[in-house]
């Protein structure tokens, strides 16, 4: 009996290592077809979802209730499962080449506790080789077992787009490989499990590693570049979506928009690519210059703000700004990476101190990774400037009443508005004659 009927049969389990917005989701789908252990070391993380409790917001607390996923932070209960799947972040370091050590790590905790007859699959983005030259041989020395007799391997890149309601785990073609034709037709049977449009079979692991990093290095790229556009058109006085507008009227228009780009996958994705390629002797031209322009965007954002403060007769220092949003995209919890950062620490070089306000967000998180003390929406009055960084829901729904509200008693003219996600509406910010900037 191959291992996948194993698992149908709820012989033998799956078990999900890193449990946040991809494990997660992962690990509570396949729980409605068989057996799973959901592993994350993070015990805060695993008491919540003990308690019903989804703090990523990607199936909700009900469904978190509902689930008969076993949460654990005890590495032993691996060894109950023969199908592990890891999920586990991977970011850069300072410098922005790859920090391996999440994976690394997360494969010594496997390999201590693999058992004969498993398979492992690597969800983690990576650049190519990272599965069968790195995370192989961690799992052989610590489980003292031989990849390809004892244990197979496979990858299987996650595309999962956290705060993404339409576009699921279950209705996103999955990529799939395995290091032999055995273990890619046992993981394919098992991820068609749950992703109901199928799965592609990748020629080789490899194939599956650069397919991850170059899809998402593509998307920053096109978005680098309207975001070039963006600060041409900036100096030139024409507005950028205008533009867009026009443009999209063509069949083939690929309606990308400039903005802040962060999070775990676009913002990081192109440095792996790049970092293997230069280790490898070539020199990015493109994708280096499209990171280069989208790492520099909070910076053209607070310029633009300083600006406006100035034309509307505000003396900087003293002003006071809101920025509503720091997560790195709209109606999603996820602070990683968050490029909205950037933008507040451009201000604090002007000596403008920004109050930030993000519903969506956990506060902890907040103040813990960026130092950054989150208040509430009804909070914000008498000031100087609103800054629209992140479309959520709550922020697009304000009508002007409450939006005039939060500044302090001037002319409109003297009410500066920076719109990053342009979610607000141009003509009539100019019939209302606020001092309106968007990106």
């Known amino acids: 009996m191959s291992l996948y009927e194993k698992v149908v049969n709820k012989e033998e389990k799956i078990a999900v290592i890193g449990l946040g917005y991809v494990g997660m989701p992962i690990a509570v789908a396949f729980a409605k077809k068989v057996n799973v252990i959901g592993f994350d070391l993070n015990t805060q993380k695993i008491e919540q979802y003990n308690n019903g409790i989804d703090p990523t917001n990607e199936v909700g607390n009900e469904a978190i209730r509902q689930t008969t996923v076993e949460f654990t932070a005890d590495a032993t209960k691996l060894q109950e499962a023969k199908f592990h799947i890891v999920a586990v972040p991977t970011p850069v370091n300072a410098d922005k080449t790859p920090d391996l050590s999440p994976v690394e790590g997360v494969s010594v905790t496997i390999g201590r506790n693999l058992t004969k007859g498993s398979i492992v699959v690597y969800e983690s983005t990576v650049y ?19 990849c390809g007799v004892d244990f197979k391997v496979g990858y299987s890149p996650e595309r999962i787009n956290p705060g993404d309601k339409v576009h699921r785990l279950e209705n996103i073609t999955k990529i799939v490989s395995g290091m032999d034709k055995e273990s890619l037709e046992e993981i394919s049977k098992v991820y068609e499990l749950v992703v109901e449009v199928g799965v592609h079979r990748a020629s080789s692991i490899k194939v599956a590693e650069a397919a991850k990093v170059v899809e998402n290095s593509q998307r920053d790229i096109n978005i680098a570049f309207m975001n070039e556009l963006a600060m041409v058109f900036d100096r030139m006085g024409i507005d950028t979506k205008d533009v867009i507008e026009a443009m999209n009227t063509k069949w083939n228009a690929l309606k990308f928009y400039p903005g802040l780009v962060g999070g775990h996958c676009i913002g990081v994705d192109p440095y792996y690519f790049v970092y293997e390629a230069e280790r490898l002797g070539y020199h990015s031209q493109i994708i280096l210059s499209g990171r280069k322009i989208n790492d520099g965007m909070g910076k053209f954002v607070a310029d633009a703000i300083i600006k406006k403060l100035i034309l509307a007769n505000k003396v900087v220092r003293q002003s006071k700004v809101a920025i509503l949003g720091i997560t790195f995209k709209e109606n999603c919890p996820d602070i990683r990476n968050s490029k909205v950062v950037d933008i507040i620490k451009e201000l604090n070089e002007y000596g403008v101190e920004p109050i930030v306000v993000d519903p969506q967000a956990e506060s902890n998180d907040a103040y813990n990774e960026y130092g950054v003390e989150l208040v509430d929406l009804n909070e914000v009055r008498n000031v100087d400037c609103l800054v629209f960084a992140v479309g959520h829901d709550e922020f697009k729904s ?22 990053v996600k342009s979610i607000l509406d141009r003509v009539e910010m100019d019939k209302k004659g606020y001092s309106y900037w968007r990106l």
């Open 398 to 419: 304000l009508n002007w009443g409450q939006i005039d509200e939060m500044f302090v008693d001037c002319d409109n003219s003297e009410k500066v508005i920076v719109d």
């Open 128 to 146: 190519p080789g990272v599965t069968e030259d790195i995370c192989i041989p961690i799992l052989e020395k610590e489980s003292g077992l031989k």
